[in-house]
């Protein structure tokens, strides 16, 4: 099992940055792919940001990111605290939702599937001003 618990949400006007983080704990070690989905009301849960452990080969990244954030928003994992952050800059109220890490089971090395990750964290919401 594998707990997961998000920090660093709040308020925020366009153009500023924020940073979360996601604090890991359980059976880490085994933990290859995490994620970073958001939810808004009324709209499905999105992939904003996949990280894997392995990645950065021929086959898959070490990160990915749709055309929505890319280039504004960093994934980035500190393995020896089992944390992984999610810096957002150059924020838009588009950006605003609920934002939850999650993790794939140990047999995933690397996805951008919802359905694919099993372990989620509670969520922290951003609100991001005009």
């Known amino acids: 099992q594998v707990q997961l618990v998000e920090s660093g949400g709040g308020l925020a006007q366009a153009g500023d940055s924020l940073r979360l983080a996601c604090a890991a704990s359980?059976?880490?070690?085994?933990?290859?792919?995490v994620a970073w989905f958001r939810q808004s009301p009324g709209k499905e849960r999105e992939l904003v940001a996949a990280?894997?452990?392995?990645?950065?080969?021929?086959?898959?990244?070490?990160?990915f990111y749709p055309d929505s954030v890319k280039g504004r928003f960093t994934v980035s994992r500190d393995n020896a605290r089992n944390t992984l952050y999610l810096q957002m800059n150059s924020l838009k109220p588009e950006d605003s939702a609920v934002y939850y890490c999650a993790a794939a089971r140990p047999a995933i090395t690397y996805s951008t599937l919802l359905q694919e990750y099993t372990y989620w964290g509670q969520g922290t919401q951003v609100t991001v001003s005009s």
């Open positions: 990280h894997s452990k392995v990645g950065n080969s021929k086959y898959f990244p070490e990160a």
């Open positions: 359980g059976r880490t070690d085994s933990m290859k792919a």
